[in-house]
């Protein structure tokens, strides 16, 4: 069973609860130019999106015809919702997790939930994060790779990772809007291109150096579109961890000694970065991603493994289906 680890969705009945009840972060569907829209009433546009976005039944007919049996849903990063505050952000994440856990439970052998936190308050991102505990259809977390452009091994986050470890569950990083450097990256949509694996790589160095990774045992983070930078950069993280004493101001050993810690995304875009990333980090890290139902997707992502690793058959079998089973287990501390 191909498992795909990298898939958003918005609901259509989601849309219209948010409407009614967060209003302020509620889009439109429109159509244009042959293709569908998100449209939020702070003057945001987003796509263009597949249909499959917020239409099950063409999803379905999409999983199929790319050879994915199942899919872990996430919300997309428009939805992330950091900005909003008091009970709006718990009712935003809410209402989404409700609308992919209800997906799920419509066909079980078809969906698992990444379910989302208000991460940008403390009370609210740990009273959903319990609430999904005790959901079976809810998998993992899907957050962002910063709050609100705050670093994700910073002390406001501490007692969420620590729950999130004691619930065993592994948490699969996406970038939102406020990468580093966004303000540089607004022409081109380099924004996308080079902030969101910039931003990933921001996120791995926070908790490697902040110490997150060594005070949870057994938190487990996947990047996406192919891990960003951290991959290719790890040998100058453990350099500068030699050199740079502050680096070592909250751990003992190198970073890549946390390596192990972060699972990949096969979203490369490119067989030769995707057999480096199978080189570095091996058989057990690479899982199955297509970014489904954007227009930066790997419209066939198996196809993609298949090709690029064609003379690995056991990083094949692994990156399609068993690293996500993996991955995707809870494993309580």
């Not at 302020?24 to 546009?45: C, H, L, M, T």
């Not at 990256?185 to 926070?206: C, L």
């Not at 909250?250 to 490119?270: E, G, K, N, Q």
């Not at 690793?309 to 094949?316: E, S, V, Y």
Request: hydrophobic share 40%; charged share 20%.
């Amino acid at each position: 069973m191909t498992i795909d680890i990298h898939a958003h969705t918005v609901p259509e009945g989601f849309i219209e609860e948010l409407q009614r009840q967060v209003p302020s972060v509620a889009p439109k569907i429109v159509s244009r130019d042959d293709a569908w829209w998100f449209e939020y009433p702070d003057g945001r546009i987003s796509g263009p999106i597949a249909a499959g976005m917020f239409d099950i039944e063409v999803r379905l007919a999409d999983m199929d015809a790319t050879g994915v049996d199942m899919q872990a849903l996430s919300v997309p990063p428009p939805h992330f919702n950091y900005g909003l505050e008091g009970e709006a952000s718990a009712i935003a994440a809410r209402l989404h997790n409700e609308a992919m856990i209800a997906m799920a439970r419509e066909h079980p052998d078809r969906f698992v939930v990444l379910g989302h936190l208000p991460m940008q308050s403390e009370e609210f991102a740990l009273a959903e994060l319990a609430r999904l505990v005790e959901v079976p259809e809810v998998v993992g977390l899907e957050l962002g790779t910063n709050v609100a452009g705050v670093n994700l091994g910073e002390s406001q986050h501490d007692t969420v990772w620590a729950a999130a470890n004691s619930a065993g569950m592994a948490v699969v990083l996406h970038p939102g809007a406020d990468i580093a450097g966004g303000d540089r990256m607004q022409k081109h949509y380099i924004h996308n291109f080079v902030g969101n694996p910039t931003d990933s790589t921001v996120a791995a160095a926070s908790l490697i150096f902040q110490g997150v990774l060594s005070r949870n045992e057994e938190l487990r983070f996947a990047l996406l579109h192919g891990g960003g930078f951290l991959p290719y950069q790890i040998g100058r993280f453990d350099h500068g961890w030699k050199v740079r004493p502050e680096s070592r101001t909250h751990i003992s050993t190198a970073p890549s000694t946390f390596l192990d810690r972060f699972w990949f995304d096969t979203l490369t875009h490119d067989p030769l970065s995707l057999r480096f990333l199978h080189d570095r980090v091996g058989d057990d890290r690479l899982c199955l991603g297509s970014d489904y139902p954007f227009d930066m997707a790997d419209t066939d992502p198996v196809g993609s493994v298949r090709a690029a690793l064609a003379d690995r058959p056991t990083a094949i079998t692994r990156a399609l289906e068993g690293n996500s089973r993996e991955l995707l287990t809870r494993r309580p501390a």
